[in-house]
């Protein structure tokens, strides 16, 4: 079967690093996404990753190692701001999204 | 630019009434989607379009439906609503196969 698994919850010091973990397991892949959902809101597009590597954007980051199907956004100089829920999905053979459940990220002052 | 609307906002809805969730997007993308969000699940795909005139049945279509008479609507129909209906739902689109998605503000549907 096809399966995302990433933390359900993390919390992290405001100005610190954190680093979300996502593992994945579908029939074929044609990369991988990341998702920022404040509470209440809708999905909003973070990251794509298709090839091996790690991808800068500003304070975000995000890695994809195919040959693990392993991926991890890496999120910078924390803000409060930052709190949300970080979706993780990768698209399979068919170009459909499989999606984790989303790690909900908790920033303490 | 508006990108995705969905109305309504929210809903309650008494069990076995039949209610449509409006969706439209003046992006011009030909794919668009319905998920639904429930707590501690991740976002499960209700029905997709590829594009106009064409659907397709997602991880959990049983109790809905929908159309894509042109590129900018699409509804999604609940005939006969039940309890575990109550959810968020996400309509989306997408430009391409590998593209992001862009999603509309969600429609909260309770079913007593």
């Known amino acids: 079967g096809q399966n995302i698994d990433q933390p359900t919850e993390m919390t992290a010091t405001e100005g610190a690093i954190v680093q979300i973990n996502c593992t994945y397991q579908?029939?074929?892949?044609?990369?991988l996404f990341w998702y920022q959902q404040h509470a209440g809101e809708a999905p909003t597009f973070l990251s794509y990753?298709?090839l091996d590597g790690l991808e800068e954007k500003g304070r975000f980051s995000s890695f994809l190692s195919r040959s693990k199907g392993y991926s991890y956004l890496l999120l910078k100089e924390l803000q409060m701001k930052d709190s949300a829920s970080y979706l993780c999905?990768?698209?399979?053979?068919?170009?459909?999204?499989?999606w984790g459940a989303g790690t909900k990220l908790i920033i303490k002052p | 630019t508006a990108g995705i609307t969905q109305a309504p906002t929210s809903q309650i809805l008494a069990a076995g009434r039949s209610m449509t969730l409006r969706c439209t997007q003046d992006?011009?993308?030909?794919?668009m989607y319905w998920y639904r969000q429930d707590l501690g699940l991740g976002l499960r795909l209700i029905h997709y379009?590829?594009?106009?005139?064409?659907?397709g049945k997602g991880e959990v279509p049983d109790g809905y439906s929908v159309s894509r008479a042109n590129t900018d609507d699409f509804p999604l129909t609940l005939a006969s609503a039940v309890p575990s209906q109550t959810s968020v739902y996400f309509c989306?689109?997408?430009?391409?196969?590998?593209?992001?998605?862009?999603f509309g503000e969600g429609s909260r549907l309770t079913v007593l």
């Open positions: 989306a689109s997408s430009g391409t196969s590998t593209g992001e998605l862009f």
């Open positions: 579908t029939s074929g892949f044609n990369g």
């Open positions: 992006m011009r993308h030909n794919a």
């Open positions: 379009s590829n594009t106009a005139g064409t659907t």
């Open positions: 999905a990768a698209l399979d053979s068919n170009y459909q999204l499989i």
């Open positions: 990753n298709v």
